[in-house]
Nanobody
Framework: QVQLVESGGGLVQPGGSLTLSCTASGTIFSIYVMAWYRQAPGKQRELVATFSRDGSTNYADSVKGRFTIARDNAKNMAYLQMNSLEPEDTGVYYC?????????WGQGTQVSVSS
């Protein structure tokens, strides 16, 4: 059984920074893609960033230049460094992996950007 656990969310003022972490555990032979999604209140879940096994990354236009995704293959961990946060970044942030065992989601961590 595969589990994903996110951490690092919280309340931050506009212009501030947060770093989210995601730890994958269980029987995972190979993780192809680690990704972060977010869901704002009343909106659909959207892709924020991805980190593929080949080292390539992809970002939503709204976070380019402000967010950085990182990955530690040895620890099956992903990170999302978020800088210059804006109120529009508020939402629940989810970690997702695409692996040899299937696709899995974490339970989410709340990020709130407000003064």
């Amino acid at each position: 059984q595969v589990q994903l656990v996110e951490s690092g969310g919280g309340l931050v003022q506009p212009g501030g920074s947060l770093t989210l972490s995601c730890t994958a555990s269980g029987t995972i032979f190979s993780i192809y893609v680690m990704a972060w999604y977010r869901q704002a209140p009343g909106k659909q879940r959207e892709l924020v960033a991805t980190f593929s096994r080949d080292g390539s990354t992809n970002y939503a236009d709204s976070v380019k230049g402000r967010f950085t995704i990182a990955r530690d293959n040895a620890k099956n961990m992903a990170y999302l460094q978020m800088n210059s946060l804006e109120p529009e970044d508020t939402g629940v942030y989810y970690c997702k992996i695409d692996s040899s065992s299937g696709a899995f989601w974490g339970q989410g961590t709340q990020v709130s950007v407000s003064s």
